[in-house]
């Protein structure tokens, strides 16, 4: 990437796999020999970069149930460049099985990752990642290692396909969900839709968390281009993936580290990136927690500002109407990154994985199909990115995706209807007798990173069956929980500080007038501070969710939604040191 002298002097430092496998003696033929066993040469342990090939592959994890194959692509590749291949599992998170939340353990595989790469003689490391928590977990914990790496995602399902419609995941499932509750559609015809949308292997094909999160991989320079949109039945996606394990090789040559692409520069494209493509709101506590581990300084403030003059570009559920497939053929993110750097609003210089800057993988990126990737001129939303909101409801902020939400409630004054739990929301929004209407706004507690624990998706709250019934089918909702990449609605996410800390969030009650202003970016409690602190004196600590094991851990060290959601001693840079030796 460089030419500079202290470069090549990083070049020539021996292998950090030499302190295991170079020795000649007794420890050299401890480490040698057990990895014999499965035929392995005598030359494989010679000078060659040992790459770890971090595989999240789980058959509790339907979006990365095809990792095997697409592993052993990787393996050739690194073989293809004269690397040695090792494979190892870490934790999977698989957000469609994992109870309560596969937030609540992103921290955790992110340690495994960090630990286990610190822990072997691995030089360069490629991150396998797909359903939505095993790439923030795994760029955490590469970011804290801070070896060469880079980053291979699964790639989306194909569309779903419902009697001649195009239907995505999440999307639909949550528009169905209310039609069946609604009466619109029979059981037999929710199973039917079922099998239809999830015939391929993938994540979510919608613009969901796991498609926002390898868009992110991309724009932040740490997987090759076009990372974000192949299918994952494409070959195409094979393709990529052993180029990725012929490229890890040479930037470990090039000792080119994450610390190198993950810049204060790289942070900033992928936020615009973010609002361009319509992305989850998932990817902002995402993204804080990434610059966390490498100490580069990132706020809520810097969504707002970098997200106010950005367009969203891409026509993708559950924003629009297209799926990831109609996405990867109309260009991909490449298409949506030539866009925003003609207007000026890339870091155009910024290095990425392949050893060219950002701006040279995509100034002559084709855009196919101007319905699917909207010009800047004409865009599919105007200035329709993620907004932080601040106000004395949420004074440390919360989030709102204004590409999903509904125009006509994007400023508002409703009644409160509050539920203290997710548990009272489910027991009470199909109770005919709830006073509640289409002018009310839903407030949900108890729902943040200490208080679901693991601030669950549950942000987006199905809307009462009688509301529904009159053809209602949006509403305010305002929590400190999150919600689903895939969702949509006028739902205000992320309160910060939450409820069970004691934010004000905690202290409203039902009949309480709240005012939500997305140009103003302002959500209004109308309560006095008078009778906030009298509320407050009053008001009395959840108990705590656990006394033991990782759950105890977790709520003891976990920080705010605005700070990324990450355990407060896993903040800052650490970097790969050679283990002691064990003998």
């Known amino acids: 990437m460089s030419n500079d002298n202290s470069k090549q002097a990083d070049r020539k430092?021996?292998?950090?796999?030499?302190?295991?496998?170079?020795?000649?003696?007794?420890?050299?033929?401890?480490?040698?020999?057990?990895?014999?066993?499965?035929?392995?040469?005598?030359?494989?342990?010679?000078?060659?970069?040992?790459?770890?090939?971090?595989?999240?592959?789980?058959?509790?994890t339907p979006c990365n149930a095809h990792f095997r194959v697409i592993a052993e692509h990787v393996r050739q590749g690194v073989l293809d460049a004269g690397g040695y291949p090792l494979e190892f599992p870490v934790s999977s998170l698989g957000e469609v099985t994992m109870r309560p939340t596969a937030m609540l353990f992103r921290n955790l595989a992110s340690m495994d990752v960090e630990e286990a790469i610190r822990a072997h003689p691995l030089d360069g490391v490629v991150l396998l990642m797909g359903c939505d928590k095993t790439t923030p977990a795994l760029l955490m914990g590469a970011a804290s290692a801070d070896l060469p790496t880079i980053g291979v995602s699964g790639g989306p399902q194909l569309r779903g396909v419902y009697r001649g419609q195009i239907i995505g995941s999440g999307t639909n499932i949550i528009s169905m969900s209310e039609q069946l509750r609604a009466g619109e559609i029979t059981l037999a015809e929710f199973h039917e839709a079922e099998a239809a949308m999830n015939r391929s292997a993938g994540s979510c094909m919608t613009m969901g968390t796991a498609s926002t999160m390898a868009s992110m991989v991309e724009a932040l320079g740490i997987g090759l281009p076009e990372n974000a949109a192949i299918p994952a039945a494409d070959a195409r996606r094979n393709l990529l993936a052993r180029m990725s394990g012929r490229r890890i090789v040479e930037m470990v040559g090039e000792d080119l580290k994450p610390s190198d692409i993950l810049t204060r520069a790289a942070f900033e494209n992928a936020i615009r990136t973010l609002a361009a493509i319509g992305g989850s709101t998932n990817a902002v506590v995402h993204l804080l927690a990434i610059a966390g581990r490498l100490g580069v300084e990132l706020s809520l403030d810097d969504f707002d500002r970098l997200c106010r003059d950005v367009h969203c570009l891409v026509d993708l559920m559950p924003s629009g109407r297209f799926l990831m497939e109609d996405f990867y053929y109309a260009g991909g993110l490449p298409a949506v990154l030539r866009a925003l750097g003609e207007r000026g609003l890339l870091h155009k210089d910024a290095p990425t994985v392949n050893g060219k800057t950002l701006w040279q993988n995509v100034e002559s990126a084709p855009n196919w199909n101007s319905e699917v990737i909207t010009p800047f001129e004409t865009p599919f939303k105007t200035e329709?990115?993620?907004?932080?909101?601040?106000?004395?409801?949420?004074?440390?902020?919360?989030?709102?995706?204004?590409?999903?939400?509904?125009?006509?409630?994007?400023?508002?004054?409703?009644?409160?209807?509050?539920?203290?739990?997710?548990?009272?929301?489910?027991?009470?929004?199909?109770?005919?007798?709830?006073?509640?209407?289409?002018?009310c706004i839903m407030v949900l507690k108890n729902c943040g990173p200490k208080g679901y624990p693991g601030m669950a998706e549950v942000g987006n709250m199905p809307l009462p069956a009688k509301l529904l019934r009159q053809g209602v089918r949006d509403m305010i909702r305002i929590s400190d929980a999150r919600m689903s990449g895939t969702a949509y609605g006028t739902v205000v996410l992320h309160v910060a500080p939450e409820a069970t800390v004691g934010g004000p969030l905690a202290l409203?009650?039902?009949?309480?007038?709240?005012?939500?202003?997305?140009?103003?970016?302002?959500?209004?409690?109308?309560?006095?501070?008078?009778?906030?602190?009298?509320?407050?004196?009053?008001?009395?600590?959840?108990?705590?969710?656990?006394?033991?094991?990782?759950?105890?851990?977790?709520?003891?060290?976990?920080?705010q939604a605005d700070r990324g959601v990450d355990f407060d001693f896993l903040v800052g840079r650490s970097g790969s040191p050679v283990p002691r030796d064990n003998h």
């Open 13 to 60: 430092k021996p292998l950090r796999s030499q302190a295991w496998f170079g020795r000649q003696d007794k420890m050299g033929f401890y480490y040698r020999s057990f990895l014999k066993n499965s035929g392995t040469p005598q030359d494989r342990f010679e000078g060659r970069p040992v790459i770890g090939i971090c595989n999240t592959w789980s058959e509790l």
């Open 384 to 439: 329709a990115g993620i907004a932080i909101l601040t106000g004395n409801l949420a004074p440390n902020g919360a989030v709102i995706k204004p590409s999903a939400a509904s125009p006509e409630l994007m400023r508002h004054t409703g009644r409160a209807v509050v539920f203290e739990s997710v548990e009272e929301m489910h027991d009470a929004v199909d109770d005919e007798s709830l006073d509640i209407d289409a002018s």
């Open 508 to 559: 409203v009650k039902n009949g309480d007038m709240i005012t939500l202003d997305v140009t103003a970016r302002s959500l209004h409690l109308h309560v006095s501070d008078e009778e906030l602190a009298t509320r407050r004196a009053a008001w009395t600590p959840p108990k705590p969710h656990a006394a033991r094991g990782y759950q105890k851990l977790y709520v003891d060290h976990v920080l």
